[in-house]
T-cell receptor, first 113, second 112 residues
């Protein structure tokens, strides 16, 4: 498996609190992505990064922010968690621009109560 | 747009039967089409991929076909086994975006 780890693996938080999920890679891949997985919706892109300090929004970015201060770390922050953000979050990495495999982290199961 | 439509959402087969999952895409500039398998509680992992200059690719019991004119591609699994039970995602990359765009997934159930 590619060297990509997510933390935490599970988290329960209360509505209105901020939450940060971490994705760490040891592959030195340039591209990093955050997806959320929900039944019936597949994998939907939240934010992505194409380099240090270079990030952009995906299709479901409202309520989320990201940061990438180092090649190896990509952080996803829920600014004020809501119940609709209960989901499984996957980080993914890829080496080059398109036409290459994306490697996924193990996922983080987040429950907002 | 860059949508990917995937069908069916659920597929139930008997062990030994074949299974086919189909995806269509809208961006004609798409040039890379990976398929991922996600077992229960695990991460999605690549099982096969195809590039736009190829019409078909096989790897043992799995194969992928691509029809660029019709903008659709399919995953074929022959001689299905219970361990093939999983959620399968198609994706497309390329054209105006290098970001993988995924279909909604197909839950394949193989009955022994």
């Amino acid at each position: 498996d590619a060297g990509i780890t997510q933390s935490p693996r599970h988290k329960v938080t209360e509505t209105g609190t901020p939450v940060t999920l971490r994705c760490h890679q040891t592959e030195n891949h340039r591209y990093m992505y955050w997806y959320r997985q929900d039944p019936g919706h597949g994998l939907r892109l939240i934010h992505y990064s194409y380099g240090v300090k270079d990030t952009d929004k995906g299709e479901v970015s409202d309520g989320y922010s990201v940061s990438r201060s180092k090649t190896e770390d990509f952080l996803l922050t829920l600014e004020s968690a809501t119940s609709s953000q209960t989901s499984v979050y996957f980080c993914a990495i890829s080496e080059t621009q398109g036409s290459t495999e994306a490697f996924f982290g193990q996922g983080t199961r987040l429950t907002v109560v | 747009g860059e949508n990917v439509e995937q069908h069916p959402s659920t597929l139930s087969v008997q062990e030994g039967d074949s299974a086919v999952i189909k995806c269509t895409y809208s961006d004609s500039a798409s040039n890379y089409f990976p398929w991922y398998k996600q077992e229960l509680g695990k991460r999605p992992q690549l099982i096969i991929d195809i590039r736009s200059n190829v019409g078909e690719k096989k790897d043992q019991r799995i194969a992928v076909t691509l029809n660029k004119t019709a903008k659709h591609f399919s995953l074929h699994i022959t001689e299905t086994q219970p361990e093939d039970s999983a959620v399968y995602f198609c994706a497309r990359v390329g054209g105006g975006s290098y970001i993988p765009t995924f279909g909604r997934g197909t839950s394949l159930i193989v009955h022994p």
